[in-house]
């Protein structure tokens, strides 16, 4: 009789798991937490969509944040940069990117890995795709995602021609617009009911 022989699968960490999905080598991932701007200095506090309306400090606080991080992502050889929330909720993120490339092949979505998120606060608009990942273009609090060489580029020519023109734009809101003005959708997760 042979020995029963147990196979003991190590879990898989959140890069590899990424790597997997992407379809890239390791290097090319970079794993960031989003680094704390004090100053804002004299920044542009106009908002580009409320007319009148301006932005808080901590707004834009939290702009510069995302923007010097992807400045500094495109100075390395990294093509996508997975931001870490801060509450690390990735409980199925297998499924849930089994998923999204389920949807992306049905629905021939070409650049999923470009921008996607994995943890927000609501979503503003949405689209209902599966029980687990819905499309957005308009969304609030960002913790999480998943953003491509390309859509950084895209993302921080927007931000310089706003503050060029005296007005800025909330990250998420930014975000949204970038993916609005190349007509696409990002997919996302379905928020649980509370």
Same mark, same amino acid.
Not at 3 to 9: F, K, N, Q, S, T
Not at 182 to 185: I, K, V
């Given at each position: 009789? @042979? /020995?029963?022989? %147990?196979?003991?699968? &190590? /879990? &898989?960490t959140l890069k590899e798991i990424l790597v997997e999905f992407i379809g890239k080598p390791p290097g090319l991932i970079t794993m960031e937490t989003l680094p704390v701007v004090g100053e804002v200095g004299e920044h542009p506090t106009k908002c580009a969509t409320e007319p009148g309306g301006h932005r808080t400090m901590e707004e834009i606080g939290l702009l510069l944040s995302h923007i010097l991080l992807m400045r500094r992502v495109l100075s390395t050889d990294a093509t996508h940069m997975f931001l870490v929330g801060a509450e690390g909720v990735y409980g199925d993120l297998k499924e849930?990117?089994? &998923?999204?490339? @389920?949807?992306a092949r049905e629905f021939q979505i070409a650049g999923v890995d470009d921008f996607l998120l994995f943890s927000v606060s609501g979503y503003c608009g949405w689209l209902p795709i599966t029980k687990g990942v819905i499309a957005t273009n308009e969304f609030n609090g960002a913790f999480s995602y998943l953003i491509g060489r390309p859509m950084m580029e895209k993302v921080i020519g927007a931000y310089e021609h706003l503050k060029k023109g005296g007005m800025v734009y909330p990250i998420d809101g930014l975000?949204?617009?970038v993916l609005r003005a &190349? %007509? @696409?959708?990002a997919l996302g997760p379905a928020l649980q009911p509370k």
């Open positions: 009789m @042979r /020995p029963h022989l %147990r196979y003991i699968m &190590q /879990p &898989q849930y990117l089994a &998923q999204v490339g @389920r949807v975000l949204g617009f &190349q %007509r @696409r959708w």
